[in-house]
């Protein structure tokens, strides 16, 4: 029979863990246990989670907010570039009225902000009773190396509130601390700490969060839409591939996405370039080639020590950057573990993991901000005219008629339901709503389309481009913004956006001539809904450059959009 020794007592174990404490052993906070059930909703402001309680606060279009709550333990010290670890769960009450840190990043002019300690979530519900909401889990966008959901185009109330749903945003790790790969760092661990993939992986504990925990603020987790825009969008392209996200989700948005993924060799590479900045800032070395022998002499765990010295604005900093300012940094990674290594081949191959409904689409004029930050070529002018009509078709090439097409093109594919958001664009007479010259320069531009799918009727956009909005084009803006998020409601209600007497917004279908997409449009004051058959491809843009343009014109344009990075923003 086994035997034991003598239960301790009560005051024993006191003393004991109080000695662990002090010495280090076991923090304070290890003390208190994340619980196993979680309370159901009782539409109070207090909710208790797996973790603790949090209060969230009374907030616009009679919603409930709780904010900055963390769905991780901070990834700072030796759990900087590792996969993300559970919260530590904490006592009292959580106050909700605050967002948490945003993540690091170099913002434009101002420098280095944020905080390694950013893995926080946001949640608003409409007021009431009602329990088993579908959930809207948004990715904010910012080339993976920018951005926050403090933003207030990314505040959920308007949408909560108006479309029954609850909306979940969520911070993550950027740039250099999301997505890393060197062998001195990174080749020891568990796979998901060898992956890389820190941000991606943060995501996924964030959705894990979700399906453990919503049910407390009345969500549904078996009802989960993940949304992004831009590198958000990139991000959940990145997640349909992700067998580690596998039942997370249930259907997609991906608004301004682009279907790019890394290599490892690439990822590695890159990161030893930053070692050489890394030793040339702080004088280590004169140039790159004694870099590269400085770097050659050292152990592994010397160039760990090294990397993990460096604060976050010395990592960032030592990065190129766009003209726009975002970092020139690769990120999501085919690592092979977390994301597949032969990347979205699995489209073609039908492979890929989450197979779950998707709505997908672009903006007409998707590069013309980029032209109109970068001041490279002159508004208005022949040459921006063209670099951005080509430029924004061969985002749309990349970020959604690639995409549909190769999904739709399997006999189990899920439905693809794609847009293309053109307000703002000027019409075939040269008219745009836009004030000025807004519509000539900036047109139907990259993030147009947030304002109306998210219901927060402003544009943050505005410190950089002017205002867009107006008196003159509220009444077709208002309704336009109640179409979109009609639409999208549906869409994470039941996974089709028809219904509720909506114009018909068919599925794509990849049968030549058949319907494809629609376009979201309006004028001063009404609706202007329309569908399309037409499908582009790289060939048919390239036959369209060459039949528009002569030499030497159009040598140096297709030199420009089918160069490495044609944009100067693809990553």
């Known amino acids: 029979m086994m035997r034991y020794g003598p239960i301790p007592s009560l005051v024993s174990v006191t003393v004991i863990l109080t000695i662990l404490v002090t010495l280090g052993i076991i923090s304070e906070s290890s003390r208190i246990p994340a619980i196993s059930t979680i309370e159901p909703w009782k539409d109070r402001p207090v909710v208790t989670t797996m973790y ?78 009602t329990i088993k909401l579908p959930v809207y889990f948004f990715i904010h966008g910012g080339g993976n190396s920018l951005g926050s959901p403090a933003l207030r185009d990314y505040y959920g109330s308007q949408v909560a509130g108006r479309s029954r749903i609850l909306y979940v945003s969520v911070n993550y790790r950027l740039s250099v601390l999301g997505w890393f790969r060197h062998p001195a760092v990174t080749n020891t661990g568990s796979p998901a700490d060898r992956s890389g993939n820190f941000g991606t992986l943060d995501l996924i504990k964030a959705l894990e969060w979700v399906r453990d925990n919503i049910a407390a603020f009345g969500g549904d987790p078996g009802n989960v839409t993940i949304a992004g825009e831009s590198a958000g969008a990139m991000n959940v ?41 890394l030793f040339l800032a702080d004088k280590s070395a004169k140039d790159k080639e004694e870099s590269m022998r400085l770097a050659g002499s050292m152990s592994n765990r010397e160039i760990e020590a090294y990397f993990r010295s460096k604060t976050p604005g010395e990592l960032m900093l030592n990065i190129p950057t766009e003209v726009t300012s975002l970092l020139r940094w690769p990120c999501i990674y085919a690592d092979g573990s977390v994301l597949p290594e032969e990347g979205y081949q699995v489209f073609n191959s039908g492979t890929w993991e989450n197979k779950v409904p998707l709505l997908i689409g672009v903006n007409k004029d998707e590069a013309k901000l980029f032209r109109w930050m970068q001041k490279i070529v002159v508004p208005g002018s022949r040459r921006y005219e063209l670099l951005s009509r080509y430029q924004s078709l061969f985002w749309r090439i990349v970020g959604l008629d690639s995409v549909a097409a ?166």
């Not at 840190?101 to 950013?118: F, K, M, R, T, Y």
């Not at 996200?245 to 690439?266: P, W, Y």
């Open 52 to 129: 603790g309680k949090v209060r969230g606060y009374r907030t616009q279009n009679n919603t409930w907010s709780w904010k900055g709550i963390p769905y991780a333990s901070p990834p700072t010290g030796p759990l900087r570039w590792k996969a993300p670890v559970d919260p530590e769960p904490w006592e009292g009450t959580r106050s909700g009225r605050n967002f948490g840190n945003s993540a690091s990043q170099i913002l434009p002019v101002v420098g280095p902000i944020g905080s390694e300690d950013c893995l926080f979530l946001n949640i608003w519900r409409p007021r009431g009773s």
């Open 237 to 277: 392209l990145s997640l349909l591939t992700s067998a580690s996200a596998k039942g997370l989700f249930h259907r997609a948005v991906t608004e301004s996405g682009l279907l790019t993924m890394v290599k490892r060799s690439d990822a590695e590479t890159i990161s030893s370039d930053l070692l050489a900045s």
């Open 406 to 571: 190769v999904i739709t093109s399997h006999p189990d594919a899920p439905p693809v339901f794609a847009y293309r958001f053109d307000w703002g664009s000027p019409d075939d007479e040269g008219v745009s709503v836009l004030p000025n010259h807004m519509g000539a320069d900036l047109g139907a531009y990259h993030h147009a389309e947030i304002p109306f799918f998210l219901g927060t009727g402003i544009s943050d956009l505005t410190v950089v481009t002017g205002r867009t909005f107006t008196r003159e084009n509220r009444e077709g803006r208002n309704k336009l913004t109640d179409l979109c998020m009609a639409y999208l409601s549906n869409f994470a209600k039941t996974g089709n956006p028809n219904g509720g007497n909506l114009p018909e917004w068919k599925s794509w279908d990849p049968d030549p001539g058949a319907h494809k997409l629609i376009i979201l449009d309006a004028g001063f004051a009404d609706l202007r809904i329309s569908a399309s058959t037409e499908t582009v491809t790289l060939l048919s843009l390239i036959r369209l450059i060459n039949s528009e343009l002569e030499e030497p014109e159009r040598g140096e344009i297709l030199e420009i959009v089918m160069g490495p990075s044609p944009l100067g923003i693809i990553r």
